[in-house]
């Protein structure tokens, strides 16, 4: 048996499927985001990513301190992307139904993600995450179909609180989890696509780590 069929064979069902999504944004070309901004707007909305790292994840902001410039940057704005969009399902206002909820994260998707994301001047919070995050895929060709997948991993939490089966569970830690491994290597670097199985677990195997050590808060 060739060393490729017997991978093949220890490779479980979950796995094909989560390969197969991951793969698929590589497979499609995007049109070039052209970034409509001054540099002092940018700075700002830049700044703005870092500041939220500082406060919200203290360990991240000091691991990713020891980056490059650029590549510092960019994963603090992935950051803020990733803490805007769980803040939106996580947090609602008050009397907040789910279904507004759900409006909400829509409208951050098509701000963040839409044709205008890079066009954004109004100097709203979530319109300079939108626009650092816009600037960041355009610098390392991050593809925009992993930030849907992570919207859509999220947007989960908000109609689905139980997984019938560990297909299930490890399709959602996709979703919330390789998602962001799989934009990160973007910006850190890869060599080839034989790393992103590998994004992919660890992603998961991160994400179920994270739901057991909440076991005890969230019962």
């Known amino acids: 048996m060739s060393l490729s069929a017997l991978e093949s064979n220890l490779t479980h069902s979950w796995e094909h499927r989560l390969f197969a999504l991951a793969h698929e ?20 909305a830049y700044e ?10 203290k360990t991240f902001y000091l691991a990713s301190a020891l980056m490059p410039p650029a590549k510092r940057r960019a994963v603090r704005a992935l950051y803020a992307f990733c803490r805007v969009t769980d803040d939106l399902v996580d947090h609602p206002g008050p009397d907040e139904s789910t279904d507004e909820r759900l409006e909400r994260l829509e409208g951050w998707r098509l701000r963040a993600l839409g044709h205008h994301a890079a066009e954004t001047r109004s100097g709203s919070a979530h319109d300079l995450v939108a626009l650092a995050w816009a600037d960041a895929r355009a610098r390392f060709g991050i593809p925009t179909r992993y930030a849907h997948q992570l919207i859509d991993g999220v947007a989960q939490d908000l109609h689905k609180a139980r997984y019938a089966t560990f297909d299930e569970l490890a399709e959602y830690s996709y979703g919330v989890a390789s998602t962001v491994g799989l934009m990160s290597m973007h910006i850190t670097g890869f060599q080839g696509r034989k790393a992103i199985p590998y994004a992919v677990k660890v992603g998961v195997a991160l994400q179920l780590t994270n739901i057991l050590r909440d076991v005890g808060e969230d019962w």
């Not at 944004?25 to 707007?41: F, R, V």
């Not at 990513?49 to 500082?54: E, H, P």
């Open 25 to 44: 944004p590589l497979e499609h070309s995007e049109p070039p985001l052209s970034i409509q901004a001054d540099e002092e707007t940018l700075a700002r």
């Open 48 to 57: 703005h990513c870092i500041a939220m790292t500082r406060v919200h994840s």
